[in-house]
């Protein structure tokens, strides 16, 4: 669904296959540099009051990272830099549609794996202090190659900028030594028993259950 306006569209997207639930507002930006670049930024203004509200129902419900597009935490330099391997099996239900007879990671998918790294990146960094972080922004969005089954996509993000909320990441997919997408993005984090007067008991639990698999993601093998 679009509403648009003078100033700002807003997509309301609900990604059906990988997670019903999970509902984000944004307006599109073109590069001021290139062309062939966008930008995506969060709406602030006409959608700010349904998605707060869709965020707190997310967390309340356990939604948020309900799936991870990351297999493995290979390397990690606490507030440094990441690197994560996402292997693409040709299993995974939305290939299906994307595209019948010729499988491709969707880019909306290749910038949420490279979201989750730079997440698990603020994570250990802070010791688990939050329960939630959320995209900011995503700024020059670059898909340089397509990700097709069987393929492995390596992915890299370095912090550029950090404060107590918001952290600015250089993030990178790549396969094999060739380029398949890359973007700056904007993180924040924060606890919702402080942004949405919630009890604590649903951070509590949100914390927990990301210990859990951030523990499998870096296992040895």
Not at 86 to 104: C, M, R, T, V
């Amino acid at each position: 669904m679009r509403a648009d306006s003078p100033k700002t569209r807003c997509l309301f997207t609900a990604e059906k296959h990988v997670n019903p639930f999970r509902v984000r507002f944004f307006k599109l930006k073109p590069s001021r540099k290139s062309k062939s670049t966008i930008s995506i930024v969060p709406t602030a203004r006409s959608c700010r009051a349904f998605h707060l509200e869709v965020r707190a129902r997310q967390t309340q419900n356990g939604l948020t990272m309900r799936f991870s597009l990351i297999d493995q935490i290979t390397e990690l330099q606490p507030g440094e830099s990441i690197q994560a391997v996402k292997n693409l099996s040709l299993a995974e239900e939305y290939l299906q549609d994307h595209f019948p007879g010729f499988p491709i990671m969707p880019g909306v998918l290749m910038v949420e794996a490279m979201v989750q790294t730079s997440a698990w990146l603020m994570r250990a960094s802070e010791e688990f202090r939050f329960s939630t972080v959320v995209l900011k922004e995503a700024k020059a969005v670059k898909f340089n190659n397509f990700v097709s089954p069987g393929q492995t996509l390596r992915l890299t993000s370095t912090v550029q900028k950090k404060d107590d909320r918001f952290w600015t990441f250089k993030a990178s997919g790549e396969l094999g030594d060739k380029s398949a997408v890359s973007a700056k993005l904007i993180l924040e984090q924060y606890n919702v028993s402080d942004a949405f007067s919630m009890p604590t008991k649903t951070d509590e639990h949100q914390i927990t259950a990301m210990k859990e698999l951030f523990a499998v993601l870096t296992a040895k093998r």
